[in-house]
């Protein structure tokens, strides 16, 4: 019940098209679901987050959709760029709770 | 702009031997943790400290594992026998306090277990 499970496991994407990553979870406990994105060789850096009271958050290119129903939530990049290659997390927390709970990670790669 | 930094980056060693993996995080934050990453696997949470006590910890957190914040800079994860299967990316990070803080991370430091 404290899973979070992610895909796709890798994406290839065009320059310019939109990249998507789905993840759902168990636990109606979390209420709290960043995503992370990570560099080879560099740790995770927060990318976006939601809380289940809104049901999309939006920052540039990023765009978080949330279904507190379905309890899924995803990741939309929007005109990808061969800069987002990186492997995409994402997490949840709940309540006062601190640690994070990751997927298990998709890797992105945008062709130019 | 501030940021956890962690030593070593990679530090080889023999099964059964001591690890220390130590961790600055950034100076105003008051939560602080350790996350583990196998190889082409998840992150994975180890424990988070607060007030110079462990707050969480998770199953791999077992024994062999503790946390230590000798100084007021300072956050080390001693490993005290390790095994093969200890060989991971380990990662430090912290956040300002609040439940919604932001986790930072740190580089990293790649243990590799013979």
């Known amino acids: 019940q404290q899973q979070v499970k992610q895909s796709p496991q890798s994406l290839i994407v065009q320059k310019g098209g939109i990249s998507i990553i789905n993840c759902a979870y168990e636990?109606?406990?979390?209420?709290?679901f960043p995503w992370y994105q990570q560099f080879p060789g560099k740790g995770p850096a927060l990318l976006i987050a939601?809380?289940?009271?809104?049901s999309e958050k939006k920052e540039g290119r990023f765009t978080i959709s949330f279904n507190k129903s379905a309890k899924q939530f995803s990741l939309h990049i929007m005109d990808s760029q061969p800069g987002d290659s990186a492997t995409y997390f994402c997490?949840?927390?709940?309540?006062?709770?601190?640690?994070?709970?990751f997927g298990s990670g998709t890797q992105l790669t945008v062709l130019p | 702009e501030p940021e956890v930094t962690q030593t070593p980056s990679h530090q080889v060693t023999q099964m059964g031997q001591e690890v220390i993996l130590r961790c600055v995080p950034i100076?105003?934050?008051?939560?602080f943790y350790w996350y583990r990453q196998i190889l082409g696997q998840k992150v994975e949470f180890l424990v988070s400290?607060?007030?110079?006590?462990?707050?969480?910890k998770s199953e791999i957190f077992d024994d062999q594992f503790s946390v230590e914040r000798p100084d007021g800079s300072n956050f080390t994860l001693k490993i005290r026998s390790t095994k093969l299967e200890d060989s991971a990316m380990y990662f430090c990070?912290?956040?300002?306090?609040?439940?919604?803080?932001?986790?930072?991370f740190g580089e990293g430091s790649r243990l590799t277990v013979l």
């Open positions: 990070a912290s956040s300002e306090g609040s439940s919604g803080g932001e986790l930072f």
């Open positions: 636990n109606t406990a979390f209420d709290y």
């Open positions: 939601i809380r289940p009271d809104v």
């Open positions: 997490a949840a927390r709940k309540g006062s709770a601190r640690q994070l709970t």
């Open positions: 100076s105003n934050h008051l939560y």
């Open positions: 400290f607060y007030n110079n006590e462990i707050s969480e």
